[in-house]
């Protein structure tokens, strides 16, 4: 349990004590690797949307996918949106996305003009309920955007007996692999992000990772405001500039080179979180056994939530609840209820997830965590 409780001062202009320590939901671990690649990409002058960091970047990317080719650009929406708008994906199609999730998803489906279908999620996984899939599909449908939610991938084999194209949306889950393989390297298009709360970041960024050489050209060209390398200046497609810059790329690269160092300490960090939070009181986010999740952000459910999330913060602690359901936003229709999706949604929460978090640090969080459950269910 926490030593002390934050106590009321006398000091009128705070009626309250200002929290012993601040820990925020998630902090990047960037180094001395980092530090050395951006020095280098400046001094060689190559800093907008080409240069060797990013021709780099994506090389090595291809090859921790298991990738023939990676497009990187500038966030993992714009991924999303890139390969939806390669494959032609617009007006009067239909996209299936998974009802628990961030936005970006749904959004990306609804910048191309189609349709977004939503679906309920597996209470085993959080992940696209295939049963549903099946009952959702249409004359219309042209894609499956799976998404790894927050780290766990999806059952692909389930997913690609309807043949359609799957494409994996795995921002969430670097590390994180499927049947002993790892996600990124599924369906016909996978996405990451490289955003300040991912294992794994740029700042902002993320890629497009494919086996399909003509999605690729596709892409690349869509990326480049529609010009084709051996026509500039000429365009016959509607592009877009989604480059990612090679400042952005020389920062990866750093943190490619601390890949397993990265993951390995969030991955402790989680572990520790499992054996000091009161699995009596709440529960850890559910893992399929075909299934190992990426370290993102550490994942409970709890009765009370936003008591027990007011009683954490008190303590500066940054945990919050997780996105409302896609199927609650006035932007994707208010019309689908999917019941596994809106129960998770409303129970779950996340705990502060960095690798730059110490032992103390962790023991700290949970021991309000705990306290919190105690006092929620109390009633104080």
């Not at 009626?15 to 012993?20: D, E, H, L, M, Y």
Request: hydrophobic residues 45%; glycine residues 8%; charged residues 20%.
């Amino acid at each position: 349990m926490l030593n002390s409780r934050v106590k009321a001062t006398n000091v009128a202009a705070e009626p309250t004590a200002a929290p012993r320590r601040r820990i925020p939901l998630s902090a990047p671990d960037l180094g001395q690797a980092e530090r050395d690649r951006v020095l280098a990409a400046l001094e060689s002058g190559w800093i907008s949307g080409t240069g060797p960091h990013v021709e780099e970047f994506e090389r090595r990317l291809a090859h921790r996918f298991n990738r023939e080719c990676v497009v990187a650009v500038a966030n993992g929406t714009l991924a999303l949106e890139l390969v939806l708008r390669s494959l032609g994906i617009g007006v009067g199609d239909e996209v299936i996305v998974p009802a628990l999730t961030f936005a970006a998803p749904a959004s990306s489906v609804l910048a191309v003009g189609a349709t977004v279908v939503l679906v309920d999620v597996t209470a085993a996984s959080w992940t696209l309920d295939p049963e549903h899939v099946a009952e959702a599909i249409t004359a219309r449908t042209r894609a499956i955007i799976a998404v790894d939610v927050m780290g766990h991938p999806a059952d692909y084999d389930a997913l690609n007996r309807f043949g359609l194209p799957v494409i994996e949306d795995a921002a969430e889950a670097h590390g994180a692999m499927y049947k002993g393989r790892p996600c990124g390297s599924f369906g016909l298009a996978s996405i990451f992000s490289f955003h300040a709360n991912k294992a794994i970041t740029t700042g902002e960024g993320g890629c497009v990772a494919t086996d399909s050489g003509e999605l690729a050209r596709s892409m690349r060209v869509v990326a480049n405001h529609g010009m084709r390398p051996e026509q500039p200046y000429v365009h016959d497609v509607v592009g877009r500039n989604v480059r990612m810059t090679n400042l952005v790329a020389a920062v990866g690269l750093g943190q490619l080179d601390r890949w397993t160092e990265l993951l390995a300490a969030r991955g402790r960090i989680c572990r520790l979180y499992d054996e000091l939070l009161d699995s009596s009181m709440c529960a850890a986010r559910p893992v399929a056994d075909w299934a190992s999740y990426g370290p993102w952000l550490h994942t409970i459910t709890a009765n009370q939530r936003s008591t027990v999330l007011s009683l954490v913060r008190k303590h500066g602690i940054d945990a919050r609840a997780i996105w409302p359901t896609l199927s609650s936003q006035p932007l994707f229709g208010l019309v689908k209820q999917c019941r596994v999706a809106e129960e998770v949604a409303a129970s779950a929460m996340w705990l502060p997830t960095s690798s730059t978090m110490t032992d103390e640090d962790v023991r700290f969080v949970a021991d309000a965590v705990n306290d919190a459950l105690v006092d929620a269910r109390s009633g104080l």
